[in-house]
C-alpha cells in the first residue's frame, strides 16, 4: 500500500504566484483503506482498467478510482513504487493522488482528485472542436504541469487528450497518468492498447529512440491539434508502419486544416510537432511563445465553456 505523503513533503515549484491560480492547500486529504470509500457510477475505463466515481466516507469528497488489473508480481511491485515517487509531486496542474491500495485480486485500487469535466478526449469527441481562446487556456495549464514535470526530471510518457482532465469547480485543466509504465498487463495484447499507445508517440521512438522530454512536447501538439480539428489528426492508423508515415512524413496541422486558427497557434503547433525533437521547443520555453503570452488569461471563457460541456462518459470505443 501507498499512501500519499504528508504536506511538508510536497512539492510545488510554481509557487503561490502562478497568475492568480490558488495555491490548493485545504484540499489534502489521506485516503488510508478501501473501506473508506463509498463506490458510485463509472467514470470511464481505459487500457488497464476502470475508473470510477467514489465517495471518501472520512471527508465526504468525490474521488476517482482507477482501478488496474496487475496480476503479475512483479508489475504490481513497479507500479506501486512509481506511484511512490509520484505521490510526491504535486502541482496545481496535476491530478491529485490519495493512495493506492492492492485489493488481494490482482487489482490495485489508485484514489485520485475527481475531475468533474473528464477528459478532454471524451469532450472533444461529444462536442467537436474546441474554440481556440479555450485551447489557448488548456494549453497553458497543460504547459504549467508538464514545466513542473520536467523541472522534477519526470517524463510523463502518455501525454493524450484521454490524459487531460477536465474541473469545471476548479476552472482548470489538469495532466493525469503521468510518469506511470505502460505495460502494465504483462503477457496481454489488445489491439486498442496497441493503437493508443502509438497514437501520439514522436516519429523518434516510433523509431525505437528512448523516450525525451522532448517526447511529451509532441503529445501536447497532435493533442492541441485534436482540438482544433475536434477530431483525432491522424487517420486511425492500421499498423504501426501506417503511423510512422503520418507521423514522420506529414505536418500534423497541414495547411488546408482548422484554417480558422491564428498564425501563432499554427506557429505553436508547428514547433510542438516539429519532426526534429532537438527543434521542438521545452515547455518553459513555450510559455514565452506570443501564442500564449500576447494572451491574458480570462478565466470566465474557460469557465463558460466548461459550463457548456457536459460531465462526460465514455460512450464510444477506444481509437
Ligand atoms: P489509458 O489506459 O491509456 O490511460 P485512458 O487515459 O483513456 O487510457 P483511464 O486513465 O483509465 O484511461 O481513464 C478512463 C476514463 O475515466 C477517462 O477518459 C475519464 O473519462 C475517466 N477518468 C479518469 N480519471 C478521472 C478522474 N481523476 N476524474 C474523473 N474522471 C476520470
Ligand atoms: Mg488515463
Given amino acids: 500500500m501507498v499512501q500519499a505523503p504528508d504536506r511538508v513533503m510536497r512539492k510545488d515549484s510554481d509557487g503561490a504566484s502562478v497568475d492568480g491560480v490558488p495555491k490548493s492547500t485545504n484540499n489534502i486529504i489521506m485516503v488510508r483503506s478501501l473501506t473508506e470509500f463509498r463506490a458510485g457510477v463509472t467514470l470511464g475505463a481505459g487500457a488497464n482498467g476502470r475508473v470510477y466515481k467514489a465517495t471518501h466516507m472520512p471527508t465526504g469528497r468525490n474521488l476517482a478510482i482507477k482501478v488496474v488489473n496487475v496480476y503479475d ?5 513497479q507500479l506501486l513504487k512509481e506511484l511512490e515517487t509520484l505521490s ?3 502541482s496545481r496542474f496535476l491530478v491529485r493522488f490519495f493512495g493506492a491500495f ?3 485480486s490482482g487489482a490495485v485500487h489508485i484514489a485520485l482528485e475527481y475531475m468533474d469535466r473528464g477528459s478532454l478526449e471524451d469532450t472533444v469527441r461529444k462536442f467537436g472542436p474546441v474554440p481556440e481562446p479555450v485551447m489557448n487556456h488548456i494549453a497553458v495549464h497543460c504547459l504549467r504541469g508538464l514545466r513542473f514535470l520536467h523541472r522534477h526530471h519526470v517524463l510523463h510518457r502518455d501525454f493524450k487528450t484521454a490524459n487531460i482532465l477536465l474541473s469545471r469547480a476548479l ?4 495532466l493525469s497518468d503521468f510518469g506511470l509504465a505502460r505495460d502494465l498487463q504483462a503477457g496481454v495484447s489488445r489491439a486498442d492498447t496497441f493503437v493508443g499507445t502509438v497514437a501520439y508517440m514522436s516519429p523518434e521512438r516510433l523509431k525505437g529512440e528512448t523516450y525525451t522530454y522532448a517526447g511529451d512536447v509532441w503529445g501536447l501538439g497532435v493533442s492541441l491539434v485534436e482540438c482544433a480539428l475536434g477530431r483525432y489528426p491522424f487517420e486511425r492508423p492500421s499498423s504501426f508502419f501506417d503511423y510512422i508515415d503520418a507521423a514522420v512524413n506529414k505536418p500534423v ?3 488546408g486544416m482548422a484554417t480558422g486558427l491564428s498564425a501563432d497557434a499554427r506557429d505553436f503547433i508547428a514547433k510542438c510537432t516539429h519532426v526534429d525533437p532537438k527543434r521542438r521547443p521545452t515547455a518553459a520555453e513555450l510559455l514565452q511563445h506570443p501564442w500564449i503570452t500576447k494572451r491574458p488569461l480570462d478565466d470566465r471563457v474557460f469557465f ?3 459550463d457548456e460541456v457536459s460531465s462526460s462518459t465514455r460512450s464510444t470505443p477506444k481509437r
Fill in 88 to 90: 510526491t509531486h504535486v
Fill in 253 to 255: 496541422l497541414g495547411p
Fill in 73 to 77: 508480481d512483479a508489475k504490481r511491485v
Fill in 304 to 306: 463558460k465553456w466548461l
Fill in 102 to 104: 492492492y485489493d488481494g
Fill in 171 to 174: 476552472c482548470r485543466a489538469k
